[in-house]
């Protein structure tokens, strides 16, 4: 625990966190803002040229208990875009600053200190959740009751979402850490994440939208494969048509953060630190 | 050979190969407590790799490098057993001094105040919560050597702690190190600069491309590449001269500027050898070898780049 605690104190101490927090706030309140305009959309017509498999998942989206799970989790998209970055550069400043040697001093057990970065991951990655969980349980209430939706707070669906939410911040942290120690560089790590993250995703989306459209629509299930697409589904609220059950969203991620973690802390042992 | 004590350095066999480098080959040493120790060699002999390996940060390709028996890795306590300063800019440049030292403190369940404590040491406190990328050289290796004794360890071990520190600076480095040795500690500190080993060092170990050069008491060591003292003569009749001093038992060597060395005799008695064979001589002196002439003629020819 001392470790983990070592590992925050490095983060407290500069002046990184409060930079990313910054960063944070206006995509936060632009996340509130686009999942509120989504929940305004009405159904498309039948004759909108939209197959049946969308024109399901539309109405489904506009049901209240989604609408809510959707409102609910806002600013998880960039929420968790800062904690994968915090995350990577835990890692990726002991290199880019020179305190690999100081650290690995202090602690030679290296399998330890990976674990404590982790540690510390996760408690970051709560942190952010935590920060984001309570401006939306502020913020959405008047939203809802705006659409006329109701609070919908008395939905365990509802507190689902937002404990899966939690478990998504958590496993995304890991994830970063195990990116950092394969990517040691520090602007390529941030870089590459960020662009995956954000420009990935949705290429992605419309890769595999196309790929099912014009090759084979079962392709479409592989979708959840992705990170991003595998988070997005593990908070959604119920199981949408179309889509795989919302565990497999989970599985995916446990599986990329077991596996980022297991070959990070084993490249991290190996190494020479020079 | 005794068995090792537990603050002793023991380097056997030890061998770091790089793809195309061999940067440590097959080197060995031992490093006495109570004593301070120089580890010297040209740039690029490989001092840092082996300071590396014995401190758990870089693999040996074979061989070990040991506290008594132990590895690095292995030690129970490192930070209170032992004290490492390897670069002096290995700090986040966002964090203050102070900080960077609590770090270390909460990682190895130090207590906060300890920082403070050896802050005051290295004579930092003034400079404790400005940050790191505003330190000079100076600033930075004192921090290092704050950081190496938060554990109050018992063997120091320093790597070119001389880079950057000004005059007074090399002086308060040079007592502070002779007084942690006095109190029975294990010093080892690398330099190039031979100077300041031969004002500091009670012991050296030199190596010159990864290998072992020569290692022992300074004295002796100077003593051994010398043969004792040196008599530079220089005189028109040189081979009168080298008749006379064969006499002696003395040798002699062409030495620079076309003067002669002679090895084994004291000056007045190589004067009186000269005056009874009425041999003229146009210079009589007497040298004494240094490191820096010895350490130059151990690694002549191996101190370039590899």
């Given at each position: 625990?001392?470790?983990?605690?070592?590992?925050?104190?490095?983060?407290?101490?500069?002046?990184?966190?409060?930079?990313?927090?910054?960063?944070?706030?206006?995509?936060?309140?632009?996340?509130v803002?686009?999942?509120?305009?989504?929940?305004?959309?009405?159904?498309?017509?039948d004759?909108?040229?939209?197959?049946?498999?969308?024109?399901?998942?539309?109405?489904?989206?506009?049901?209240?208990?989604?609408?809510?799970?959707?409102?609910?989790?806002?600013?998880?998209?960039f929420?968790?875009?800062?904690?994968?970055?915090?995350?990577?550069?835990?890692?990726?400043?002991?290199?880019?600053?020179?305190?690999?040697?100081?650290?690995?001093?202090?602690?030679?057990?290296?399998?330890?200190?990976?674990?404590?970065?982790?540690?510390?991951?996760?408690?970051?990655?709560?942190?952010?959740?935590?920060?984001?969980?309570?401006?939306?349980?502020?913020?959405?209430?008047?939203?809802?009751?705006?659409?006329?939706?109701?609070?919908?707070?008395?939905?365990?669906?509802?507190?689902?979402?937002i404990?899966?939410?939690?478990?998504a911040?958590?496993?995304?942290?890991?994830?970063?850490?195990?990116a950092?120690?394969?990517?040691?560089?520090?602007?390529?790590?941030?870089?590459?994440?960020?662009?995956?993250?954000?420009?990935?995703?949705a290429?992605?989306?419309l890769?595999?939208?196309?790929?099912?459209?014009?090759?084979?629509?079962?392709?479409?299930?592989?979708?959840?494969?992705?990170?991003?697409?595998?988070?997005?589904?593990?908070?959604?609220?119920?199981?949408?048509?179309?889509?795989?059950?919302?565990?497999?969203?989970?599985?995916?991620?446990?599986?990329?953060?077991?596996?980022?973690?297991?070959?990070?802390?084993?490249?991290?042992?190996?190494?020479?630190?020079? | 050979?005794?068995?090792?004590?537990?603050?002793e350095?023991?380097?056997?066999?030890?061998?770091?190969q790089y793809?195309?480098?061999?940067?440590?080959?097959?080197?060995?040493?031992?490093?006495?407590?109570?004593?301070?120790?120089?580890?010297?060699?040209?740039?690029?002999?490989?001092k840092?790799?082996t300071?590396?390996?014995?401190?758990?940060?870089?693999?040996?390709?074979?061989?070990?490098?040991?506290?008594?028996?132990?590895?690095?890795?292995?030690?129970?306590?490192?930070?209170?057993?032992?004290?490492?300063?390897?670069?002096?800019?290995?700090a986040?440049?966002?964090?203050?001094?102070?900080?960077?030292?609590?770090?270390?403190?909460?990682?190895?369940?130090?207590?906060?105040?300890?920082?403070?404590?050896?802050?005051?040491?290295?004579?930092?406190?003034?400079?404790?919560?400005?940050?790191?990328?505003?330190y000079?050289?100076?600033?930075?290796?004192?921090?290092?050597?704050?950081?190496?004794?938060?554990?109050?360890?018992?063997?120091?071990?320093?790597?070119?702690?001389?880079?950057?520190?000004?005059?007074?600076?090399?002086?308060?480095?040079?007592?502070?190190?002779?007084?942690?040795?006095?109190?029975?500690?294990?010093?080892?500190?690398?330099?190039?600069?031979?100077?300041?080993?031969?004002?500091?060092?009670?012991?050296?170990?030199?190596?010159a491309?990864?290998?072992?050069?020569?290692?022992?008491?300074?004295?002796?060591?100077?003593?051994?590449?010398?043969?004792?003292?040196?008599?530079?003569?220089?005189?028109?009749?040189?081979?009168?001269?080298?008749?006379?001093?064969?006499?002696?038992?003395?040798?002699?060597?062409?030495?620079?500027?076309?003067?002669?060395?002679?090895?084994?005799?004291?000056a007045?008695?190589v004067?009186?050898?000269?005056f009874?064979?009425?041999?003229?001589?146009?210079?009589?002196?007497?040298?004494?070898?240094?490191?820096?002439?010895?350490?130059?003629?151990?690694?002549?020819?191996?101190?370039?780049?590899?």
């Open positions: 625990m001392s470790l983990v605690n070592a590992e925050l104190f490095k983060v407290r101490t500069t002046s990184l966190w409060w930079i990313m927090g910054l960063v944070l706030l206006p995509l936060y309140a632009a996340s803002l686009v999942n509120w305009a989504n929940s305004n959309v009405t159904t498309p017509p004759d909108a040229g939209v197959t049946d498999t969308q024109s399901a998942q539309i109405e489904a989206a506009l049901e209240p208990i989604n609408v809510a799970t959707n409102l609910y989790t806002s600013g998880q998209f929420g968790i875009l800062i904690v994968l970055l915090l995350s990577a550069i835990i890692v990726t400043s002991e290199f880019f600053h020179l305190t690999a040697t100081t650290t690995f001093l202090t602690t030679p057990r290296r399998e330890s200190v990976i674990l404590a970065k982790f540690g510390a991951a996760v408690v970051i990655g709560l942190a952010v959740w935590l920060i984001t969980t309570v401006l939306n349980l502020i913020v959405v209430p008047p939203i809802m009751n705006n659409l006329e939706l109701g609070s919908q707070l008395g939905e365990p669906a509802v507190w689902r979402a404990g899966l939410n939690a478990l911040f958590v496993l995304w942290g890991v994830l970063g850490v195990g950092g120690v394969l990517i040691r560089s520090q602007i390529a790590a941030t870089l590459i994440l960020a662009i995956t993250y954000v420009v990935g995703s290429a992605v989306s890769i595999f939208f196309l790929l099912s459209e014009y090759v084979a629509e079962w392709i479409s299930n592989l979708q959840v494969l992705v990170p991003t697409s595998a988070s997005q589904l593990m908070i959604s609220g119920t199981d949408l048509p179309g889509s795989p059950p919302r565990w497999v969203g989970a599985v995916v991620l446990i599986g990329y953060a077991i596996v980022t973690g297991f070959l990070g802390t084993w490249l991290t042992k190996r190494r020479d630190i020079s | 050979m005794s068995a090792p004590g537990t603050d350095i023991v380097v056997d066999h030890l061998t770091k793809k195309k480098l061999r940067a440590v080959d097959d080197l060995s040493f031992r490093v006495r407590s109570g004593r301070v120790t120089g580890f010297l060699g040209p740039n690029g002999a490989g840092t790799t300071l590396r390996m014995l401190l758990g940060l870089v693999a040996p390709t074979a061989g070990t490098a040991t506290f008594g028996d132990q590895r690095y890795a292995d030690l129970h306590d490192p930070v209170r057993r032992v004290g490492a300063v390897l670069e002096a800019s290995s986040h440049r966002g964090r203050t001094g102070r900080n960077h030292l609590r770090m270390i403190c909460r990682a190895a369940g130090l207590p906060d105040t300890r920082s403070d404590e050896v802050l005051e040491m290295v004579g930092l406190t003034p400079a404790a919560n400005r940050k790191f990328k505003g000079s050289l100076g600033m930075k290796q004192r921090l290092g050597i704050a950081a190496a004794m938060l554990g109050d360890p018992r063997v120091l071990i320093l790597d070119e702690p001389a880079n950057g520190l000004d005059p007074e600076g090399i002086r308060w480095m040079r007592d502070l190190l002779k007084a942690l040795a006095g109190q029975g500690r294990t010093v080892l500190v690398s330099s190039h600069l031979l100077g300041e080993m031969q004002l500091l060092a009670d012991d050296v170990v030199i190596v491309a990864g290998k072992l050069i020569r290692q022992g008491p300074v004295d002796q060591v100077l003593g051994d590449m010398s043969g004792g003292v040196v008599v530079r003569v220089r005189t028109p009749q040189t081979e009168a001269l080298t008749t006379a001093l064969s006499e002696l038992s003395a040798t002699v060597t062409p030495g620079p500027e076309g003067s002669l060395l002679v090895h084994g005799a004291e007045a008695a004067g009186h050898a000269a009874t064979a009425g041999v003229e001589l146009h210079e009589l002196a007497t040298e004494r070898g240094d490191l820096e002439q010895v350490f130059l003629q151990l690694t002549a020819g191996k101190a370039g780049i590899r």
